[in-house]
């Protein structure tokens, strides 16, 4: 007599999409890449204690050693202690702007997928925006609106409130297009249809039905808005209009890094790889979500 076959419980829709993501090789090693980067700028001071804007003249210009392993400036500052504290400000900017493109680009794509006399203006006040030069965008913003905000918040909590906004006002554009086309997808699907059959509102259908559903591209679009943002704040300290040059970014340490270029290639090396590392990782991250997200692209 046979035993009777132990029914296993169903496994969750979350774990189902670790899986998956976990079997993208890249993506894994991007995780990792980038959580070791997040220790490292935001724990790393703990063990590495040297203040970032310390100056030691005596000490200027030095290469690598136990002391400063990454060297030091003009002024004697440990590059180390400056790469970590440039990275808090890059990332911080970064996470900070992506949340902020992503809740505008939400809301309009889907505000124009649900309401149809919505579309229309909506989505001509993206192509608007997608038309316009980005960086000569941004550069105005910034000569407009600086001095103001640094007299009303400070040097640093002004321009990051300008960089902020600036950056996220300006990549919010493509999470509407891709939110947009899925809602219109999805409201014509049957439980959408049910739904409406029992009386309920448009705000529970967007809250309970749309929103969760299209869930998938705003994640993805997160992880590729922070690279874009991390990108577009360091060519903004790249060229001096970012944080004050006392305040250190990866972007900043580069521009203070080319006017020794040849007599000290390695301080470019280092803001540069974190740079690079920090957002071929999450675009990696972003590749392997897609791909555990998205059940057309499973096992590809």
Known sequence: ?????????????????????????????????????????????LIWSIDATHIDIRARNQGPSWAHPFGTDQLGRDTLARIMSGGRSSITVGLTAMLLALVL?????????????????LMRLTDLFLSLPLLPLLLVMVMLFREALNARFGPETGIFILIVFAIGITSWMPTARIVRSDVLA???????????????????????????NVMSPIMVSATLGIANAIITESALSFLGLGFPPDFPTWGRLLNDATVYLQDYPERVIWPGLAISLTVLSVNYMGDGLRDALDPRLRGR
């Open 1 to 45: 007599m046979t035993e009777p076959a132990i029914a296993t419980p169903p496994r969750s829709q979350w774990r189902d999409v670790w899986l998956q993501f976990r079997a993208h090789r890249g993506a894994l090693i991007g995780m990792g890449v980038f959580l070791f980067i997040i220790v490292t700028v935001f724990l790393g001071p």
């Open 105 to 121: 680009g939400s809301l309009i794509g889907v505000l124009a997928g649900f309401f149809r006399w919505l579309d229309g203006p």
């Open 186 to 212: 999805i409201k014509e699907r049957e439980f959408i249809l049910a739904a409406r059959s029992i009386g309920t509102s448009n705000f529970h259908l967007i809250t309970r039905h749309i929103l969760p």
